[in-house]
């Protein structure tokens, strides 16, 4: 079993930033791939971003070049740098994580993001 706990949302204005965090415990986090989700009022949920075990990313074409998502294993945590923020990034960003070893998945409750005037 795999606890996810996100942190960092908040209201910003458009061009302004934020940095989420989830932080991992339950299992052998290096062994996740980790990534962010998010959803959007009458919206589905959508994979921002995620970073394997090895280090490699993958970006929605929405938040390229401006999202950036990094994890320090020492610690148990994802992040998610995200700069630039315009209205249509407002949404619940969710924490994922999935293991390499059974596949199990796993979210954390969500934390809102809101970019506003």
């Known amino acids: 079993q795999v606890q996810l706990v996100e942190s960092g949302g908040g209201l910003v204005q458009p061009g302004g930033s934020l940095r989420l965090s989830c932080a991992a415990s339950?299992?052998?986090?290096?062994?996740?791939?980790m990534g962010w989700y998010r959803q959007a009022p009458g919206k589905q949920r959508e994979l921002v971003a995620f970073v394997t075990s090895g280090g490699s990313t993958v970006y929605a074409d929405s938040v390229k070049g401006r999202f950036i998502i990094s994890r320090e294993d020492a610690n148990n945590t994802v992040y998610l740098q995200m700069d630039s923020l315009k209205p249509d990034d407002t949404a619940v960003y969710y924490c994922h994580s999935m293991s390499h070893v059974d596949r199990a998945e796993f979210w954390g409750q969500g934390t809102q993001v809101t970019v506003s005037e």
């Open positions: 339950g299992s052998i986090f290096r062994l996740h791939t």
